[in-house]
């Protein structure tokens, strides 16, 4: 069966493994992305490792062995493996086997997020994910966890949702009422495109006779990281971040998790509501777009039609993310996702 998407491997790019807070000094937990078994783990020291989930000795999974020091230590043999993932001592001082390592990758914190960086060769990130001004600015919200996704679909196919301006007047319907595409730039992984929306949320303010309305600016943090940061005009001025982080399971199974920030207003009550209208919003324009994305077929060239929007420049932007088909990190079967239990159900959030 011919693949459903015709991209040679994941995309190349930073990629959210877990939130900063939820591994405390000490913790080893295991994840499941880029189609591999992976093991996070926080140091004694407070830095922040991600290795290959198998022991190079047995193959035992490291995810049930224990953090000592700055080490994490195999549960079956005793085996202790540095941030480097290099093997630095066996019980009873025996000699080290040359072979004893096993794959670190590279991870940055930013927003509150451990992020690691995939590339199929093994190359090291050139690029950074930049810190998000809302995440620390003290006249915003800071960002809140919002609900999450597991859904069949591939990165760059998700993001090009953010393109396409024809489908939000029809799909999402109750939200906006016509989308314009003010521009579109890009700058190596970086990309912004810039709307402006007519929605139809905020009936109160419509009823009082004004138009809701305001620009919608999208930026892409390479192919894992979405803000989509928005001003809308609804009799007062109102300032709405979100932040979707995309984490590739397997070749068509993508982890998504939202993040939502406002711009504080006069009162924290109306703040609180602000965030939460921003969460429900989102969690009904996903749930409209979820069985498109899961269901859709990647058409190459697609008969596009006047005021379709962005998508073409989007997509030659997004060849970057790739290279070549027969590299070592191809991914593997998308039927792990759907027999294995991996990391949402290993926290113990549901997987839809």
Not at 40 to 54: E, M, N, P
Not at 110 to 126: D, K, T, V
Not at 166 to 174: D, N, Q, S
Not at 283 to 302: M, N, S
Request: aromatic share 10%; charged share 20%; proline share 7%.
């Amino acid at each position: 069966m011919a693949p459903r998407f015709p991209f040679s491997t994941l995309p190349v790019g930073w990629y959210r493994i877990a939130d900063s807070k939820d591994l405390k000094p000490g913790q080893v937990k295991s994840v499941r992305c880029f189609g591999k078994d992976l093991v996070v783990f926080r140091a004694r020291s407070g830095g922040v490792t991600l290795l290959d989930a198998f022991c190079p000795h047995m193959g035992a999974h490291l995810g049930l062995g224990s953090v000592q020091g700055d080490n994490l230590r195999c549960v079956f043999h005793g085996w202790l493996f540095d941030r480097e993932g290099v093997c630095t001592a066996l019980p009873g001082d025996r000699r080290i086997p040359p072979r004893a390592h096993t794959r670190a990758w590279p991870t940055s914190e930013r927003n509150g997020q451990i992020m690691a960086f995939y590339h199929p060769l093994g190359e090291a990130p050139s690029w950074q994910v930049p810190t998000l001004p809302e995440a620390i600015d003290p006249a915003w919200t800071g960002l809140r966890r919002g609900p999450r996704w597991r859904m069949r679909t591939h990165p760059q196919d998700m993001l090009e949702n953010g393109m396409d301006l024809a489908h939000f007047p029809v799909l999402h319907h109750k939200q906006t009422r016509a989308a314009e595409s003010l521009d579109l730039t890009t700058d190596g992984p970086f990309l912004v495109h810039r709307t402006f929306q007519h929605y139809q949320i905020f009936k109160l303010a419509k009823l009082l006779g004004g138009e809701v309305a305001g620009p919608l600016d999208l930026h892409l943090y390479g192919l894992g990281l979405a803000v989509n940061r928005a001003v809308v005009d609804a009799r007062v001025q109102l300032s709405y971040t979100l932040a979707f982080f995309l984490t590739p399971v397997e070749e068509d199974v993508v982890d998504v998790i939202a993040y939502f920030a406002v711009r504080k207003v006069y009162s924290r009550a109306a703040t609180f509501l602000l965030l939460r209208k921003a969460m429900l919003e989102a969690r009904r324009t996903i749930g409209e777009d979820r069985p498109v994305w899961e269901t859709k077929a990647y058409l190459a060239r697609p008969a596009l039609a006047e005021g379709d929007g962005r998508i073409m420049p989007y997509r030659r932007w997004a060849q970057q993310f790739y290279v070549r088909a027969d590299c070592p990190d191809d991914l593997v079967s998308t039927a792990a996702a759907l027999t294995d239990a991996p990391a949402i159900a290993r926290e113990g959030l549901p997987t839809s």
